[in-house]
């Protein structure tokens, strides 16, 4: 895990001073995540703290970064790199800086917008002790209607999380040493699969959710090929035969039909397949290498 210092690191006095936080909530952002922490603010108590790693080009990050730290009555940081670092790593980061001084971790994409009571339904099962990693649903306004689509057993494996919507344990996290960064954009489905491998209570929480912006046109097509890339990465990692795992693009296209993740199922179906078959050329590449 690489360990860089940001570029700028700007703190409120109460994230400064060496006291420890209930929940910290870490924000990855390569741009306005504005309206986000509008959102999640008010769900903060006094001992939680907020943290926004903005990675990405520089134009307007400083109007946020006013914002995000500006009238915060808990603990807000805002860390700031330069260049893109991908959304496992700008996590890592994130939870880097606070040096172990969150009981809890909970992460949130800065592109959706939590619901009210996202925060307190999330962290609940992680307070009482009942799990160690939590995952909650995203709610995605397709075919007409508000849905929320929660995670699955991904690739007929074990259960994942959304990336965008999870929180887990101080301890559960230095054991699994935070985000895997080789498995591209699955590292929120592999975390949840080498906790689940080390005996850590990984669960859903239906009621913890955020709305999510589905990618349109092009958008979703290169979102989809680079989640097909990095499908093809995660089976490697968990040693998972392609042959079984990887689903066929009938599969893909009646999957994204049925539980609606996909503006268009076609597009998202055809483009993870497309970026499956990139994936294995490569990874065919590399293994002759
Ligand atoms: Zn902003």
């Not at 939590?114 to 925060?119: E, K, Q, S």
């Not at 097909?228 to 039909?257: C, E, M, N, Q, Y």
């Amino acid at each position: 895990m690489g360990s860089a210092a940001p570029l700028a690191e700007v703190v409120t006095d109460s994230a400064r001073d060496g006291g420890t936080f209930g929940c910290a909530v870490i924000i990855p952002a390569a741009g306005c995540p504005c309206a986000q922490v509008e959102a999640i603010r008010p769900q903060l108590a006094d001992d939680d703290c907020l943290v926004v790693v903005w990675n990405g080009p520089r134009t307007g990050a400083h109007d946020c970064a006013a914002s995000v730290l500006h009238d915060s009555r808990s603990a807000a940081v805002w860390l700031e790199y330069p260049a893109k670092m991908g959304a496992g790593a700008a996590r890592n980061m994130g939870v880097e800086w606070l040096s172990g001084r969150a009981e809890v971790l909970a992460f949130a994409d800065s592109d959706d917008i939590a619901h009210d009571d996202w925060l307190a339904e999330l962290r609940k099962g992680l307070a009482n002790g009942r799990l160690d990693l939590a995952g909650g649903g995203l709610e995605i306004f397709s075919g007409g209607q508000w849905d929320v689509v929660l995670p699955g057993e991904d690739f007929w494996y074990r259960q994942a999380v959304y990336g965008s919507n999870c929180a887990i344990t101080r301890e559960a996290w230095q054991r699994l040493g935070g985000f895997s960064t080789r498995v591209g954009t699955c590292e929120d489905t592999d975390i949840a699969w080498r906790a689940a491998g080390i005996g850590l209570r990984v669960d859903i929480v239906p009621t913890a959710v955020v709305r999510y912006n589905l990618r349109h046109g092009a958008a979703e097509w290169r979102q989809r090929v680079t989640w097909g890339r990095s499908s093809v990465a995660l089976l490697r990692a968990h040693s998972l035969p392609l042959s079984r795992h990887l689903p066929t693009l009938p599969a893909l296209i009646s999957d994204k039909r049925s539980h609606g993740l996909a503006a268009s199922a076609v597009i998202a179906g055809l483009g993870q397949f497309a970026g499956q078959l990139a994936g294995k050329v490569l990874d065919a590449r590399s293994d002759m290498a």
